[in-house]
């Protein structure tokens, strides 16, 4: 089995709703954004990223691509935290009605999921697990694909007798191989 990038997540801008601000500090580099806030609760979401948006009400386009139901995906995190191993990353699965269907909680760096059957949409959350400070670089979010075997097959030939070859093949006759 091999897997396939299918996004890469950064935390690129903040949104109404998306990011805990009460007594934070953000700090947006080229590379990676810090998040400090030393009374933060355990427990609370630090930023979520959608799958589905309304663009029209937020001016906001989604942050995941589409997942395919029964599908198994990879996860992979590039943060760090003080203290460190002080987050986790929660993802919420939800149908049609915007009903939460089930959900996962990632704790390692590296990470498989089943997307369940009769998933709409779903959002990724980072939660804080007792951090003060997270530096954010990017997640990763691979496809498993599965091996697929080939048989090789010969090329078919077609060989006529005399009496079968069509009428239409008569001016290729000498390119034809008879029995």
Same mark, same amino acid.
């Given at each position: 089995?091999? *897997?396939?990038? +299918?996004? =890469?997540?950064?935390?690129?801008?903040?949104?109404?709703?998306?990011?805990?601000?009460?007594?934070?500090?953000?700090?947006?580099?080229? !590379?990676?954004?810090?998040?400090? &806030?030393?009374?933060?609760?355990?427990? *609370?979401?630090?930023?979520?990223?959608?799958?589905?948006?309304?663009?029209?009400? &937020?001016?906001?386009?989604? !942050?995941?691509?589409? +997942?395919?139901?029964?599908?198994?995906?990879?996860?992979?995190?590039?943060?760090?935290?003080?203290?460190? &191993?002080? =987050?986790?990353?929660?993802?919420?699965?939800?149908?049609?009605?915007?009903?939460?269907?089930?959900?996962?909680?990632?704790?390692?760096?590296?990470?498989?999921?089943?997307?369940?059957?009769?998933?709409?949409?779903?959002?990724?959350?980072? +939660?804080?697990?007792?951090?003060?400070?997270?530096?954010?670089?990017?997640?990763?979010?691979?496809?498993?694909?599965?091996?697929?075997?080939? *048989?090789?097959?010969?090329?078919?030939? *077609?060989?006529?007798?005399?009496?079968?070859?069509?009428?239409? +093949?008569?001016? =290729?006759?000498?390119?034809?191989?008879?029995?």
């Amino acid at each position: 089995m091999t *897997k396939s990038l +299918l996004a =890469v997540i950064r935390w690129q801008e903040v949104y109404s709703g998306a990011a805990y601000l009460y007594g934070s500090s953000l700090d947006f580099s080229s !590379d990676a954004v810090l998040f400090k &806030n030393p009374r933060l609760a355990s427990g *609370k979401p630090i930023v979520q990223f959608l799958s589905k948006t309304n663009y029209q009400g &937020n001016r906001r386009s989604p !942050d995941l691509p589409l +997942l395919v139901p029964n599908h198994v995906y990879f996860l992979e995190r590039e943060m760090t935290t003080e203290p460190a &191993n002080r =987050v986790f990353v929660q993802i919420d699965f939800f149908n049609r009605q915007n009903e939460k269907i089930a959900f996962e909680v990632l704790r390692q760096d590296m990470e498989s999921f089943t997307c369940p059957p009769d998933t709409f949409s779903y959002t990724i959350s980072i +939660l804080s697990a007792g951090c003060r400070q997270l530096r954010f670089k990017e997640m990763r979010l691979y496809e498993e694909k599965q091996a697929v075997e080939r *048989k090789e097959l010969a090329p078919l030939q *077609k060989k006529y007798t005399e009496k079968q070859l069509p009428e239409e +093949l008569q001016f =290729v006759t000498p390119l034809i191989q008879l029995l």
